[in-house]
Every structure is written in structure tokens, then in C-alpha cells.
């Protein structure tokens, strides 16, 4: 199949399911995507929220300021990852993001073990000499305080049940003896410190078929992973995925058999509940990606029925209002990742309209 044919079954892959698309975290979980080229500098600008205008920082980046006069800023950094990745999935730990797996090419071939550092203050990125354990992508990952997990995923052929911890600090990667409860991908996963929790995702494969509703518990220092008694409301996966933030777990939106969904989820660990909030996302969406700035959650781009988009929506989970940023992202993407490190939030690679691409992009919020 040529790499124009790719392209279009690609896109018309993540429409269907966001083939690569997910989440996001801040404080250590994540998105994904998936792609072609290992650059993409795409000039559609959003239609949503207040027009933007390009100036130049004084160290040469591209920012996007609201012509309101708003504190939002929105750089394209020099940085940039070691090549165009899509349906990467990444945490932020002590000021520094980790990037995992994702495609780099058309899957199954193009399907990466690789793990990126990225120094926000220093300017630098590296890819790491330790790998994971196989290439995989639609993975969920979190942060939990000590160790990053990963969560199933797509192996480049079948479903991954597995676990998987990497400590940045020698760095080193295992797969733990605990697995998910079946071969699982597009999950979304967020912690409390002591237990993180894997909601949802698929089985049917590479496709998003087979949705799960089910929220499955792993206990990091027991090495151990059962279900919970709560489960999703209905069964879905997420591109987008869960986070942690201001001491609540939220999941939001994704794609189940009815389509793309608006619906914001909590989950109490200490009840073992789940409810829906009453306050909806601006629209239905999945491949998005999550950043936590301690209060507000910020959700970067994504995908709905029929558009990638590039909009900026800010949930504030002090009073559960919701709101679309005046700035816009300088493209359109899915399947790329966010974190959250200093004031600002870093959005990482993913997927353009026809490629992949390996752009770092800082942004800053009042």
C-alpha cells in the first residue's frame, strides 16, 4: 500500500476509533495518536474560541497570543522529539516528561519500543538506551510518585495484558508478574498514591471493537491487579483518558458502540463509585490529551464525529465549570500526549491531518 492510500485508510481508522488516539495525564497519566512522516507543519487554524495571532518569543519560538490581550501563550518549541510519533502516551517526573512507544510509520511494522526524555528547562531530548519490553502503542501510563506504569496496549499485532514499570531514576524498564484481566488497548489509567486504576478500553484489536466497562485496581507494592465492584457506565475506550487532579479522578469522554462521548466521569476509590457529572465536555470527543495544573484540567485537541480539532477546553474542578480557551493549538492533531511540568503544559507529537508529527508545543495559561 503506498504511503498516500495509508494516509487515507489511517484517518478513516481514527475517525472510526481514534486508531491511535488517547490521554493524557499531569500528574503521570496520558494521550496517543498514530502517523507517517516524522514532520508535519499543518496551517489550519481553529475556528473556535477568540482568533489568534503569531509573534515571535525572544528566544525565536512561534507563540500564539489571543488578540483579547489574554495571559494564554502558545509555543511551538525549537525542541522536538526524535521523529513525527503518534499514539505515544507520557508522565512527568521531578520537572522532566518520558514519552512511551507510539508508531512512527504505518502499524503494525512501524510500531516503537522507544523511550523519550524531554528537559523542558534545559531544551534537550533524548531517546533512552532502555527500551521496553516490545513496540507498543494505545497504551495508558501514570505516575505514581516512584514509577511510571503502562497499562496493555497494542503490541504490534496482538492485544498486551501486561504491566509494565520504568524507573527514570537508573533507568530501568520490568514487566511486572501482575497482568489486566484480558489483552487490553485504548485504556485510560490515574492513581491516588497508593492504588491506580485502569478504566475501560478495548479487545477486538487494532480496531476499537470489543469496548470494555470494567475498572480493574492494581496495587503497585502488592504487585497484584483485581476489579473493582464500579464500572463505566457504559463500555467504552479512551484516547483521551483519566487524570488525577486537585484529589479527584476523572475520566473524559472516549468512543463506545454509540459513538463519541461528552460525558465527564468521577471516580471515588474510597466508595469504590463512579458517577457522571452533570456538566458535559463542549463536545463529544476521544484522542485528545489531559494536563493537571493542581485545580484546573486542561484537555488539548482530540477528535469528534467529523473533525480533528484544535481547541483548548479548561475544566476547573474547584466548581466543575467548563470552558473553551480563547488560543488554539497551531494545528489540529490526535494521538499525542500531554504533561504537565512548571506553569505550563507541554503537548507532544501526534497526529495531523495526513502525518505524524514530532513538534513540542509549550502552553502557558493565565
Avoid at 520504568?166 to 533507568?171: G, K, L, N, S, Y
Wanted: a negative charge; proline letters at 7%.
Amino acid at each position: 500500500m503506498n504511503a498516500r492510500l495509508w494516509l487515507a485508510s489511517l484517518g478513516t481508522c481514527l475517525a472510526l476509533a481514534g486508531c491511535g488516539d488517547d490521554e493524557t495525564p499531569a500528574d503521570g497519566d496520558t494521550a496517543d495518536v498514530e502517523d507517517v512522516t516524522d514532520e508535519a507543519d499543518g496551517s489550519d487554524v481553529g475556528e473556535d474560541g477568540d482568533a489568534a495571532e503569531a509573534v515571535d518569543t525572544p528566544d525565536g519560538e512561534d507563540a500564539d497570543v489571543s488578540e483579547d490581550g489574554g495571559a494564554w501563550t502558545v509555543e511551538t518549541l525549537t525542541a522536538r522529539l526524535p521523529t513525527g510519533l503518534g499514539g505515544i502516551t507520557a508522565v512527568a517526573v521531578d520537572g522532566v516528561a518520558y514519552v512511551f512507544g507510539g508508531v512512527d510509520g504505518p502499524p503494525p511494522a512501524n510500531v516503537v519500543d522507544t523511550i523519550v526524555r524531554f528537559d523542558p528547562s534545559a531544551g534537550t531530548v533524548e531517546t533512552l538506551a532502555v527500551r521496553l519490553p516490545q513496540p507498543v502503542f494505545l497504551t495508558a501510563a501514570t505516575w505514581d510518585g516512584t514509577y511510571a506504569y503502562l497499562f496493555g496496549g497494542f503490541a504490534g499485532g496482538p492485544l498486551s495484558e501486561a504491566i509494565v514499570r520504568f524507573d527514570p531514576a537508573v533507568p530501568a524498564v520490568a514487566t511486572m508478574a501482575a497482568t489486566l484481566p484480558e489483552p487490553v488497548a485504548r485504556t485510560a489509567a490515574a492513581g491516588d498514591g497508593s492504588t491506580i486504576y485502569v478504566f475501560g478500553g478495548n479487545t477486538g484489536g487494532f480496531m476499537p471493537t470489543g469496548f470494555v466497562a470494567t475498572i480493574t485496581r492494581y496495587d503497585a507494592a502488592a504487585d497484584s491487579a483485581s476489579p473493582a465492584t464500579a464500572a463505566l457506565p457504559s463500555a467504552r475506550a479512551s484516547r483521551i483518558g483519566a487524570i488525577r487532579c486537585n484529589g479527584r479522578i476523572l475520566f473524559f469522554g472516549g468512543w463506545g458502540a454509540s459513538g463519541k462521548l461528552d460525558a465527564i466521569l468521577e471516580y471515588d476509590p474510597s466508595a469504590d463509585a463512579l458517577s457522571t457529572l452533570g456538566v458535559h465536555m463542549p463536545a463529544a470527543l476521544d484522542g485528545g490529551a489531559l494536563a493537571c495544573d493542581g485545580a484546573r484540567v486542561y484537555l488539548f485537541g482530540g477528535e469528534t464525529a467529523t473533525a480533528v480539532v484544535d481547541d483548548i477546553v479548561v475544566f476547573d474542578t474547584t466548581d466543575d465549570s467548563i470552558a473553551t480557551a480563547p488560543v488554539v493549538l497551531p494545528t489540529p492533531r490526535k494521538g499525542h500526549a500531554a504533561v504537565w511540568i512548571g506553569g505550563s503544559a507541554y503537548v507532544l507529537g501526534g497526529q495531523l491531518e495526513s502525518s505524524l508529527t514530532a513538534e513540542i508545543l509549550r502552553v502557558t495559561p493565565p
